[in-house]
């Protein structure tokens, strides 16, 4: 127990702990930097030059022409990007609206089977996602004819368990007398979640919204089973063009995988408050 102790009479002792919890916790936060700085730095090296490219953490040259070169290479470099955002905003604002709507009936309202229904969707989270894919794209490609369409790619994630179960959690510590107040003024359960559980729970919606748009923003795999043309491609199934059999445009690619990165670091910094919140909540009582 001496990592927690305060060593108020031993300030040498004091100093020394601290020195390696700071030098502990720097190493932790440079391995993890890193690689975004690796792939920053490439990103600004020569495109000419992607056989030759040196691993180094200053590179000689730097130049924007690899982000010139990611829109140049290929005529739907935007229309990866701009896949990528539609299917991640509309997949983020339903998993939101409609997990937050189950999170209240779950969590507020009382109804046969509530307790089994919810036990089995904790069920399902235990399957590993691997093993619906199969039987996911039977459905999506030969039942629903969805291939290559936005619908394949949204539909499988319109809501999720695990944001279902983040909303139970948060609003099952609403005090209830709010809600029996708002009962005896006259509103309806639509209204009492409009008005009241809404405005509540705008810390947890800020922590389902930034992980449910990176989870869909850096999916690969999914669309890159269900298209089948470029034009209907995501960033992160676009950005595989730039290698070939035998070499690998690295700082075009380098300069793509930025570019996708931004709207992740814009969207966590401008819920950054509410997401902190989100996370420490519950973290103290009384």
Not at 62 to 69: N, R
Not at 134 to 161: D, G, H, K, R
Not at 186 to 202: H, T
Not at 241 to 266: K, Y
Request: proline share 4%.
């Amino acid at each position: 127990m001496a990592l927690y102790s305060n060593h108020a009479d031993k300030p040498k002792v004091k100093k020394i702990r601290n020195a390696i919890i700071f030098i502990a916790l720097l190493l932790f936060a440079l391995a993890t930097i890193f690689p975004i700085y690796f792939m920053f730095i490439s990103s600004l090296s020569d495109p000419v030059a992607v056989g030759e490219i040196e691993y180094s953490l200053f590179p000689k040259k730097f130049t924007l022409e690899s982000y010139k070169y990611f829109f140049a290479f290929n005529e739907h470099s935007v229309r990866w990007l701009l896949n990528s955002l539609i299917v991640a905003v509309i997949t983020m604002i339903s998993n939101v609206l409609f997990a937050s709507m189950a999170g209240y009936a779950f969590s507020k309202i009382q109804f046969k089977g509530r307790g089994f229904l919810f036990a089995l969707l904790l069920g399902s989270m235990m399957i590993p996602h691997q093993v619906t894919l199969v039987p996911l794209y039977i459905l999506m490609v030969n039942v629903f004819e969805l291939q290559n369409t936005y619908s394949a790619l949204i539909l499988p994630s319109l809501v999720t368990v695990f944001n279902i179960f983040l909303a139970k959690q948060f609003m099952g510590s609403i005090p209830n007398e709010i809600l029996e107040c708002a009962k005896i003024e006259g509103c309806n359960q639509f209204q009492i979640y409009g008005k009241i559980i809404l405005p509540l729970s705008k810390t947890v919606m800020a922590v389902m919204a930034i992980l449910t748009f990176m989870e869909s923003w850096n999916t690969f795999f999914w669309p890159l089973l269900v298209t089948n043309t470029m034009e209907m491609q995501t960033i992160q199934v676009g950005l595989k063009s730039f290698r070939f059999a035998n070499t690998t445009l690295i700082a075009p690619m380098m300069a793509g995988a930025t570019i996708s990165a931004l709207p992740m670091f814009i969207l966590f910094f401008s819920l950054q408050r509410y997401f902190l919140e989100g996370v420490t909540v519950g973290a103290v009582k009384g």
